[in-house]
C-alpha cells in the first residue's frame, strides 16, 4: 500500500524536466503546510485581518491548526477553502457540498478561540488549492502549524509504481497531473471521518447538511409523518423532507435567535428560499432547550409543528416523494433524539433513539468501510460506475491502486438489480449489501455497460480468476438484459427515458434507439468475452450477438452527410464524440469506407477548438445540449485515436485540452485535471465544477498504454506485449506496475536512430515492436538486440532480464 508521506510540488510535475512549480508544499510529519512560521493576524474594531494560503496545488484533509497566542475577547476565526483563488471570493468558498457524508458540508469553518490550544477539525476538506483565514474579532492571534494531515496517500509522483516521462514536458505534466488527480480520488478504508457525534444526550450535528435515510421505504414514500427532540444549541436547527438520495430536498432551517423558520429547494440554506414564517409567539423556542418536532407530508404539502404549536403549513411543487434526514445550517449546531417516522395509517416505519451509532447505516454516516475509488476529491466524493473504465484505467499504471478499483467493484458488484443492470452510484459509508436488490429501475443505464468494461480491464490486468467467476454471471445478467431490449433490427432500444441519462446530467435525457447507449453495449461485449470464457461460459452466444450488434449499429446509425455515427434515430443531424470513439474501440465500423480515419477527421473538423473538442456537434447542440467540453469523453477520443495510430489526432487532443489544465500557470491549476469546460476553456459550473475529478485522468493510462506501449495480451501480464507510437516525441521512458513486477520502457532517438530497451518480470513473455514511426525506415536500417542482429520490426522475449535494441543504418 502506498505511504503517507510528504507531497512536493516538484515532485507531482514529474522529473523528466526542471520543474516549473515554484516551491514545494512544507510538511511536518503528517502534516501539510503551505508556508512555514508563524502567521499573525491582528484585527481592529474597524478593520479584520485576513491571509491566503495557497498550497500550489490540491490537497485534501483533515484541517488542523495551533494557536500560540490569543489575545483579546471572544475571538471568532473563519476559514475558507477553494480549489481556485477566485472562489475565496464567496463567503462560503466553493460550497457548500451536500450530497455525501464524505466530507464537510461547508467550505468554511468557524472557530471559537478562547485560549491557545491545538485545533484539529472533525471532517475532511476535499480538495482545496486555497485556505483564507478570516479573523475579524478586536485582538490578535498567532498561529502555527496551520495545514491539513492527509486523508489520501500522498506519495511524491516520481516515487509511484508506475512513471512516465518524454522529451515533452508537457506530456510529461499531463501524466503526472493525472496520477495526482488518481491519487486524490483514492479513499483509504476508514479515512472518512463518522458524520454525527452521538452522546449520551443524542447525535450532535454542527453545521452539516441533512443526509437522507436511504431505506427503500423512505425514499420512496410520498406521505409521511416525522417526530423527533432536538435541543438547539448555537443559532438553531434543521432537517429534510423529500429527500432524494443526493440530499436535495426540502431543507428546513429554524433559526432560534431570529424566530424564524424557511423552507428551501435543497439541502442548506444557501439554496433558493421557497417560504419562511416566524414562530408564533406562544411557541416556546430557546437554546440549550428540549423541543419536540412533528412533522406531516403529502406529497406537496408540509406542515410542521414545534411544541404542539404550528410554525409552518405551506404547499411546494418541486417535490414529491423522498426520504428525510437531520442537520444544521452554517453556524448552527443541535443536539437530536428520538426520531419516529410513520407512514399515513401511523404504522412506524423508522425509529431510533440517535443515542448510538447504529443509524449510521440508515443514513449512510458512518466511515468508509472499503478502500475505494471516487469521482473526485471534492465533489463528490461517491463511487460512480461510469468513471471506473477511465480512473481504474489510470490507476493501475500510476499508482497501482487495485484495492481501490477493487473496493469499488465490491460495492458495484451489490448493487446489481433483478433485470441485470447496477445503480450507477454508491455513497462511499455503505457496505456492500448482503442481498440481492430487489428494484427494478435505475439512472444513467450507460454506467451499468462502462462497469462491465472496467471489470474486464481489472481482470485483463490482475489475472484474478476469482474476480472473474465472480463477476461472470453478473455480466451475463446484464448482457441478456440489454439482448432482451433489442429490436428486430438488431439495435438496442431503451423504452424507459428515466434509464436515459448519462455523464452529461445536464443535457436531455435520452430513449430509444440511442447510438451511445448501442456501442457501450458493443464495448462490453466485446470486452467481457475473454473474462466469460475464462469462467466457463460458452461465449459463442455473444460473440454472435456482436457481431450482429456491430452489423446493425453499421447499417442503420452511420450517416454518410455527417461521415459518423448518428446521435440516435430521433437526432439524425448530429453527434456526439464519445459515442464515435467507442464505436472505433468496439470495432462497430465494419463497412470500410466508414473507417477510423474518417470518423477522426469528422471529429476534428466539427468538434475541435483552441480550448478542445466539443462533446457534440452543432446539430446535437441545437436540439439543447450543452456546448461544454468533456474531459471524460476525450478520454475515449483518445483512446481511440491512439488504438487507430492516429498521431495527429491524439496530439490535437492532449495539446488543446489536458495541458492547458496541467500549466501551472493557469489561473486555475490545481494540480489535477477537471470535470468539464466550458466553450471558452472556464470550469463549465463555476465554482460548482470538480478541478480535481478521476475521469478526467485518461492520458495517464493512455500514455503508458500506447506511448511506452506497454500492455498485457493475456491476463494477469504473464504474456505482454510493447509496441511504442512516438507522436513526434524524441524519447519516451518509464514503468508500468503489473502483480508480477513492473514493465520498464525506455526509446530515444539519438539523431535519427534508435535505441529502445525494455525490462519485464522474470517467468513472462513479451513481444516487443519497435515505435512507430521511426524516422529512419526499416528497410533502410538494420537492428541488433544486445549486440545481436535481428531481423523484422517485432522479437519475441522472455522477461527477467533487460533487453536493449539498437538500430543502425544499412
Not at 6 to 31: E, F, K, N
Not at 740 to 749: D, H, P, S, T, Y
Amino acid at each position: 500500500m502506498i505511504g503517507l508521506i510528504s507531497l512536493g510540488l516538484a515532485a507531482i510535475a514529474g522529473a523528466a524536466v526542471t520543474p516549473r512549480h515554484l516551491h514545494p508544499l512544507r510538511t511536518d510529519s503528517r502534516l501539510i503546510t503551505a508556508q512555514d512560521g508563524p502567521i499573525v493576524l491582528s484585527s481592529s474594531t474597524t478593520e479584520g485581518s485576513v491571509r491566503v494560503l495557497d498550497y500550489g496545488a490540491n490537497v485534501e484533509g483533515i484541517p488542523s491548526f495551533e494557536v500560540v497566542s490569543a489575545t483579546g475577547q471572544a475571538l471568532v476565526l473563519e476559514i475558507t477553502y477553494s480549489e481556485t483563488k477566485a472562489g475565496l471570493d464567496s463567503y462560503l468558498g466553493d460550497g457548500p457540498i451536500p450530497l455525501a457524508a464524505a466530507m464537510d458540508t461547508y467550505r468554511i469553518n468557524r472557530y471559537y478561540i478562547d485560549a491557545p490550544g491545538q485545533f484539529t477539525h472533525r471532517h475532511v476538506q476535499g480538495g482545496f488549492r486555497y485556505q483564507k483565514l478570516n479573523f475579524s474579532s478586536p485582538g490578535e492571534l498567532t498561529l502555527r502549524k496551520v495545514g491539513v494531515i492527509p486523508t489520501t496517500h500522498t506519495t511524491p509522483i516520481d516515487k509511484l509504481p508506475g512513471s512516465f516521462k518524454s522529451s515533452d514536458s508537457s506530456l510529461t505534466d499531463i501524466w503526472a497531473v493525472g496520477a495526482r488527480t488518481i491519487q486524490l480520488t483514492e479513499i483509504p478504508q476508514h479515512s472518512s471521518p463518522e458524520f454525527w457525534e452521538i452522546t449520551s444526550e443524542g447525535a450532535v450535528i454542527d453545521s452539516l447538511a441533512p443526509q437522507a435515510n436511504s431505506g427503500l421505504v423512505a425514499v420512496t414514500s410520498t406521505a409521511y409523518s416525522l417526530e423527533f427532540k432536538v435541543k438547539p444549541l448555537i443559532g438553531g436547527f434543521g432537517f429534510s423532507v423529500l429527500s432524494d438520495t443526493l440530499n436535495s430536498a426540502i431543507y428546513i432551517s429554524v433559526d432560534v435567535g431570529a424566530r424564524t423558520v424557511a423552507a428551501y429547494l435543497g439541502s442548506t440554506a444557501e439554496d433558493t428560499e421557497l417560504t419562511r414564517a416566524t414562530v408564533p409567539s406562544n411557541v416556546t423556542l430557546a437554546l440549550d432547550s428540549w423541543h419536540s418536532v412533528h412533522v406531516e407530508v403529502a406529497m406537496t404539502d408540509i406542515a410542521i409543528s414545534i411544541n404542539s404549536g404550528l410554525v409552518l403549513n405551506f404547499t411546494q411543487y418541486s417535490k414529491f416523494y423522498g426520504s428525510y434526514g437531520l442537520g444544521a445550517s452554517f453556524g448552527h449546531k443541535a443536539v437530536f433524539k428520538d426520531l419516529v417516522a410513520t407512514d399515513p395509517t401511523r404504522s412506524v416505519t423508522y425509529q431510533h433513539p440517535l443515542t448510538d451509532k447504529s443509524c449510521f447505516d440508515d443514513f449512510l454516516l458512518g466511515t468508509n468501510p472499503l478502500p475505494v475509488s471516487v469521482d473526485g476529491s471534492r465533489r463528490d466524493r461517491i463511487a460512480y460506475a461510469g468513471d471506473l473504465d477511465v480512473a481504474g484505467s489510470a490507476a493501475l499504471v500510476s499508482t497501482h491502486g487495485l484495492e481501490f478499483v477493487e473496493g469499488a467493484l465490491d460495492l458495484f458488484a451489490s448493487v446489481q438489480a433483478a433485470p441485470g443492470f447496477f445503480t450507477p452510484t454508491v455513497k462511499i459509508q455503505q457496505k456492500p449489501l448482503s442481498t440481492p436488490l430487489d428494484v427494478n429501475i435505475t439512472g444513467l443505464i450507460g454506467y451499468s455497460w462502462n462497469l462491465l468494461t472496467a471489470v474486464s480491464q481489472t481482470y485483463m490486468h490482475t489475472g484474478d480468476l476469482a474476480l472473474a467467476s465472480e463477476w461472470a454471471p453478473r455480466i451475463v445478467r446484464m448482457l441478456d438484459w440489454s439482448h432482451s431490449q433489442t429490436l428486430p433490427s438488431g439495435l438496442f432500444n431503451l423504452s424507459d427515458a428515466s434509464f436515459g441519462g448519462d455523464w452529461n446530467y445536464y443535457d436531455p435525457a435520452q430513449s430509444g434507439v440511442v447510438t451511445k447507449f448501442n456501442v457501450l453495449y458493443a464495448y462490453a461485449l466485446q470486452e467481457t468475452v475473454g473474462l466469460l470464457a475464462d469462467s466457463g461460459v460458452d461465449v459463442s452466444v455473444y460473440q454472435d450477438r456482436l457481431t450482429a450488434l456491430r452489423a446493425a449499429i453499421d447499417e442503420h446509425l452511420w450517416s454518410d452527410e455527417l461521415g459518423a455515427y448518428v446521435y440516435s434515430e430521433d437526432i439524425r443531424d448530429g453527434f456526439g464524440q464519445d459515442s464515435n470513439a467507442i464505436a472505433l474501440l468496439a470495432h462497430v465500423n465494419v463497412d470500410p469506407s466508414h473507417s477510423s480515419h474518417t470518423i477522426l477527421s469528422t471529429l476534428s473538423r466539427e468538434l475541435a477548438t483552441s480550448k478542445g473538442p466539443l462533446a457534440f456537434s452543432s446539430g446535437v447542440i441545437e436540439h439543447g445540449f450543452q456546448r461544454y467540453i468533456s474531459p471524460y469523453a476525450s478520454a475515449y477520443h483518445l483512446r481511440a485515436a491512439l488504438a487507430s495510430q492516429d498521431a495527429r489526432a491524439a496530439r490535437e487532443l492532449l495539446d488543446s485540452l489536458w495541458a492547458p489544465m496541467a500549466d501551472v500557470n493557469h489561473a486555475n491549476y490545481t494540480g489535477c485535471f477537471w470535470e468539464t469546460l466550458d466553450a471558452s476553456g472556464r470550469p463549465a459550473f463555476g465554482a460548482h465544477t470538480s478541478l480535481c475529478h478521476a475521469w478526467a485522468a485518461g492520458p495517464t493510462a493512455e500514455l503508458s498504454r500506447f506511448v511506452l506501449g506497454a500492455q498485457p495480451t493475456k491476463p494477469g501480464w504473464g504474456e505482454w506485449a510493447v509496441a511504442p507510437q512516438t507522436l513526434g516525441l524524441s524519447s519516451a521512458q518509464g514503468e508500468v506496475p503489473t502483480p508480477l513486477g513492473a514493465v520498464r520502457v525506455n526509446w530515444k532517438f539519438c539523431g535519427t536512430l534508435l535505441t529502445m530497451s525494455v525490462e519485464a518480470p522474470a517467468g513472462t513473455t513479451g513481444t516487443v515492436t519497435l515505435p512507430s514511426p521511426l524516422l529512419v525506415p526499416a528497410a533502410q536500417s538494420k537492428f541488433t538486440m544486445n549486440g545481436s542482429v535481428v531481423n523484422g520490426t517485432t522479437v519475441t522475449v522472455k522477461g527477467g532480464s533487460k533487453i536493449t535494441i539498437v538500430q543502425s543504418r544499412k
